[in-house]
């Protein structure tokens, strides 16, 4: 038997947008809400999270695109890869929930190439190399 809640205006969760972004080898899930331009990494702040200066302002140019700095809040929760890939990875993710959220911004964060996801991953190590393409010396005698 199927119990069913009253919904009133107090217990109402705010509208939130959710997209995944990905980078190398992160993957961020990003939740947007409306809001005071907040920006929680894993729990953490951004400038305690990224500890770059230029990280947090690659995180935030979806918003400088579409010219709404500080009108969204921002929950993401980011696995894998070092610190460069997750923030653009959260960069996507942002990317792509605000074109969730409103379907017109899609066409400026296209034209700044921010709905692309960047397939530059590391190549593979191969064999009798010292790395992916790196030889080990050559000694003629």
Aim: hydrophobic share 35%.
């Amino acid at each position: 038997m199927a119990t069913t809640r009253r919904v009133t205006e107090s217990n109402t969760p705010a509208k939130r947008w959710y997209a995944t972004g990905r980078r190398k080898e992160a993957t961020a899930r990003v939740y947007l809400a409306s809001g005071t331009g907040r920006i929680l990494v894993n729990g953490r702040e951004i400038t305690e999270y990224l500890r770059r200066p230029a990280l947090e302002m690659l995180v935030g140019q979806p918003f400088e695109v579409i010219e709404r700095k500080d009108q969204f809040d921002v929950l993401a929760t980011v696995r894998g890869g070092g610190l460069a890939g997750q923030a653009g990875a959260i960069r996507h993710g942002i990317a792509r929930a605000l074109t969730v959220c409103e379907a017109e911004l899609r066409s400026p964060l296209k034209q700044a190439g921010m709905l692309t996801r960047d397939a530059r991953a590391k190549e593979r190590k191969k064999y009798g190399r010292a790395s992916a393409r790196a030889r080990f010396q050559f000694s003629k005698r």
